[in-house]
């Protein structure tokens, strides 16, 4: 039996997706998780995204789990075939609890920062291989902003 | 981009699993202003609650250590479970007979999702686990 929580109306038609988004479900970067799509949607008149959510985010595709790993390519296969996506974001943050669920732990900031880029290398690698035409932008977030990795 | 973001840690108020169609991002949101949540763990992948309804897999374990990992963090007590209207992990409302039969199987499968997730963090004390069906027109709760 369905019950009506709320009546909105959404829109039927299927889109493009500029860009698969992999960022981590961390509320506290949420905000600027979406301040960052605001910046795409003005600047490259970015529509519709596909944003992936997990623990860790890109983290998945950067390790030698095949399990996670083959989800996150597959969630990058249902954005390709659904909506038409060339383009994966990977978004790394610091303070990342899914880090300290596996026992990784940092001295410093930059050790930590050094981790993220190494990972987005792998992760972006990983992508490429499955996905050679797919380009791929690679970012950390931390508590003060967006960074790009390049 | 500079943007400063609290580096406060949070308890969830609750785990939601939702799927990444960008149609429904606005009933999402709708959503959590209704249930006036402050924080939640969002799970967004292809199919919401999919993976959770299907026999043992990889796919499965995966998600349920999502909702795990939700729980053990930020302490949430509410399991949110989406499936919705016209979903491309399903191959869209064209892999259904009719909207009817879309809408009976994908009742079906929140049902088999709710009980894994009951099932698996039976151990967590009070747990609640609502599942959801989404459509073009609003958010339909589940019930038996």
Known sequence: MLETVLELESSEEHYTAWACVFCCFE??????????????????????LDPISIAGGPMALAEDNPMRKEFALNEIEISRMAHNTNRVILIFHTDCGAYKLMGKTFNSCEEEYRHHEAASLRAEATVKERFPDMEVERYIADFHGLHRVR | MKFESSKEHYAANACVVWCFDDRFYKLLKAFGKQEGFAHIDLVKIAGGAKAL???????????????KTSVRLHGAKRIILMLHRDCGAYGGSKSFADADAEKVELSKQLYQAQELVKKELADVGGLSVDIYFAEFDGLYAVNS
């Open chain 2, 53 to 67: 309804a299907g026999n043992a897999s990889s796919d499965r374990d995966f998600v349920l250590n999502q909702i």
């Open chain 1, 27 to 48: 509320d506290r970067i949420w905000k600027l998780r979406n301040e960052f799509f605001r910046w795409l949607a003005q600047r490259f008149g970015m529509e519709h």
